[in-house]
Every structure is written in C-alpha cells, then in structure tokens.
C-alpha cells in the first residue's frame, strides 16, 4: 500500500540529494577554477625566484618522489643542466607559457620561460589541483550531509502534522453509524482538504436521499403487495373448500386474475426499479416513429378486444438519443393506461410531431380524465385517481406506478410530461424531449 507521507519523504529527499550533488559539482568547478589561478601564478612565481646567470655545469637531480612541482633547467644550447624529477613523464623540451600534457600517468600543467640565460620548465600534475578542488568541495558540503538525517525526520514530523486533518476526517468516518449520514464538519481544514470533505458531504446528502426513497418504496411496495398477496390466499382457500365443479371454476377464475393483478404489480415495481436514476444507458439513436408504431401494434389486439379503436394519428421522422428498452416500457404503459380507461366503443389517438426540432408525443383517449387537482399528484407512487361515475375502469385495477414509471423514464431522457383534457373529453398525454 503506497503511503503519501512516506512517497513525500522519499521525494524531498531525493530533491534535496539531487540538490546537494549539483550543488557540489559547481562548488567542485569553482573551486577547481580558483585552484587553477592560485598554482598557474605559483609556477609564475617559482620561476622568476630562480636565477638568471648561466649553469657552468649540471647542478645535480634528484627524484623525490613526491606529486610535486617538477623543475627542469636548459641553456641556451639546449643542454639540460637541471632536473629535480628525471622519472617524470615530461617531454624532454621545453614550450614557453602554459601547456597541458597527457601522460601516461595523468595530466600535468607546465609552465615554460626564458630567465635570463636558461629555459625553465615548472609542471605540477593536475591530479593535485583536482584533489584540493575536491576536498574544498567536501568541506563545504559535508555539514549539509550530516543534516541530511535530521532534515528527513523534520519532512516526516511536517508531513504528519500536514496530514493529520485527513486522519481527522478519516476516523470521523470510521466511527459512524451506517446510518448517520449528517454532513462532516469541513471548518478549520486546510484549503487542499476542504474540497474532499465537501466532495464526501454532497456523497453523503446523495446517498441519505436514495435510502430515504428506497425506504420508502419498499415500505410502499410492501404495504400494495399485501392487499392482492391477501386476496389470492383467500382465493386459494374458496377454491379448497369449494363444495361442487362450478364454485371450483367461479373460485379459479378469481384465483388467476388475483395472480394476475399481483404479477402485474411486481412487472411495474420491477420497471419502477429499474427506472431509477443511473438505472438506463443514455447512448443508443432510436428511431422514435418504429418505436411509437410497435408500441400501438403490440396494444392493438388488446384495445381490439376491450372495443377501443386504437391507431396513430399523425407521425413524423423523428430520431433520438436514449434508451430503447425503457421508452418502450414508458410509451407502453401510456397506451396501457389509455385503452384500459378509455370504455368500450371509445377511441385512442397517438401523435408524433417536430416541433422547433424536438419531438412531441401526444396519446389522447376519450375516456373519463384525470380532474385537474389530481394531475399531479397521479405522478406519485402508490397514487391512484378516485373511481367515481365518471371514473368507471374497464380493465384490472391499476398499480398506482403506471405514470410514476412514465415520468422517471421521461426525466431521464431529458423530457417532459404533462396531463390535460383532450378534445374527445378524456385525457391527453404529451411527452415533449
């Protein structure tokens, strides 16, 4: 598992080495520049100390043995008449001014002049200067690595102390209920926490909202399934106690079209769940004329046989962006609803237009209406308009979800629904995306 103060720790300090390192490096070439001036103008300086008057003959050589300065001395013929290092791998002549010679055994720095009769030659190898350029170098730098543990334990204590508003925030989240979901308290958090904690409240405040309907559809789907569950027990108990064929047969009948009316309810409870937000995949281009015409061609047979003249009205071309399992399921349950109020020798009319380049769904039946002060309310769960002498079903009684399903698919597809009284007197519908 990655640890941010840990990856924090491990990258300042590989900063702050990378830091050091170039550090030292321009140290290094700086001091190795001024190591450069200081024994150039030391050779300089040798050489003018040395006298002017001719050898009369070799003063002598020796090997010393040391990295030091090597000297050599010729007259003006040419003969060498001094050499402090005989085995240093110098080349046997001399060059005047400064000069860098590669050797077998490193690099030298030589320095060539004329003092008086003679031709002096000063070299010094260079792997002095660079070892006194470095030892500078280390000096300087080596209180910095000394601190280098002690800065590694104050980036750890900092970033602790830094992430210690996320600890606050995560033990307050451990220690809840499953059940509490009031918002977490986002004051006194620095500036980088504050949009996580107000990320994780909208979370909650979400999340509260859907237990809170989900709550309350399962107490509402529990409290629908019992009344036709009840009846088909009771109807179970008619048909076993049934005393001839004939009340056997009546008592059947009674039992399918319980089971019947609670199948139905759980297919709407089913689509109702289905239809919840985050529930459909928004991607698929429907052709909304096929969609419309397949609708009415499945309720067709059905309307045939409750007397209700069924058909499309009026249908432009229109394309959409959606969902085609779920505008099916919607305009299925307008139809349903439809040709199920609307009585006998009635009519439904469905209609698809363009209007301003957005398509426009209306199904009108003539059947008896929804009263204005109940066309809101009908989009509720569970709400069923009153039956009444102008509200006289002609078909199983509904779920109380037809319309709750049709407004949570149209909201998903970015449309709108709205309910009024058609021109036969009974109820339009128009869905406008």
Same mark, same amino acid.
């Given at each position: ?9 491990? !990258?300042? #300090?590989?900063?702050? =080495?990378?830091?050091? +390192?170039? *550090?030292? $490096?321009? %140290?290094?070439?700086?001091? @190795? ?108 730098? !080596?209180? #910095?690595?000394?601190? =280098?543990?002690?800065? +590694?334990? *104050?980036? $750890?204590? %900092?970033?602790?102390?830094? @992430? ?120 698929? *281009? ?148």
């Amino acid at each position: 598992m990655r640890s941010i103060r840990r990856q924090l720790l491990v !990258w300042l #300090l590989a900063l702050v =080495l990378l830091g050091v +390192g170039i *550090a030292g $490096w321009l %140290i290094y070439r700086q001091a @190795l520049a001024e190591a450069n001036e200081l024994f150039d103008y030391q050779l300089e300086q040798i050489a003018a100390a040395l006298p002017a008057e001719p050898f009369s003959q070799v003063l002598g050589s020796r090997d010393t043995g040391d990295e030091g300065i090597v000297l050599q001395i010729w007259n003006r013929n040419g003969v060498l008449m001094y050499y402090s290092r005989p085995r240093a791998p110098l080349a046997p002549r001399a060059e005047l001014g400064f000069s860098t010679e590669h050797t077998e055994r490193g690099d030298w720095r030589v320095y060539g002049a004329i003092v008086g009769d003679n031709v002096v030659q000063l070299a010094q190898p260079l792997s002095v200067r660079n070892r006194l350029a470095a030892n500078v170098a280390l000096r300087t730098l !080596w209180p #910095l690595i000394v601190l =280098l543990p002690l800065l +590694g334990v *104050a980036v $750890w204590v %900092i970033v602790g102390r830094g @992430l210690r508003p996320l600890r606050r925030v995560t033990s307050a989240l451990d220690t809840r209920h499953p059940e509490a979901l009031d918002p977490l308290p986002d004051q006194r958090l620095p500036l980088e926490v504050q949009p996580l904690v107000r990320a994780l409240n909208g979370l909650l405040e979400r999340l509260a909202t859907a237990l809170d309907i989900q709550k309350a559809f399962v107490a509402d789907a529990a409290h629908e399934l019992r009344t036709p569950l009840a009846a088909v027990q009771i109807q179970a108990q008619l048909v076993g106690r049934a005393k001839d064929e004939t009340a056997r047969n009546e008592a059947l009948v009674d039992l399918q079209a319980g089971v019947t009316r609670a199948t139905r309810l759980a297919e709407q409870l089913l689509a109702l769940a289905r239809s919840e937000p985050d529930g459909v995949a928004i991607t698929d *281009a429907i052709d909304l004329r096929a969609l419309l015409q397949e609708c009415v061609a499945t309720y067709a047979p059905l309307a045939l046989n409750r007397g209700v003249d069924l058909g499309v009205e009026a249908s432009e071309a229109a394309t959409l962006i959606g969902d085609a399992d779920a505008l099916r399921v919607m305009f299925n349950n307008l139809v349903d609803n439809a040709t199920k109020y609307t009585p006998r020798g009635g009519r439904v009319d469905v209609s698809l237009r363009v209007e301003d380049g957005h398509p426009l769904v209306r199904i009108a039946d003539s059947g008896p209406g929804i009263e204005p002060a109940d066309r809101d309310r009908v989009f509720d769960r569970f709400y069923r308009a009153g039956a009444g002498a102008n509200r006289a079903r002609t078909d199983v009684a509904g779920s109380g979800l037809g319309l709750a399903i049709v407004r949570r698919i149209a909201t998903q597809h970015h449309a709108t629904v709205s309910l009024d009284e058609s021109q036969a007197g009974g109820l339009r519908v128009t869905v406008r995306f």
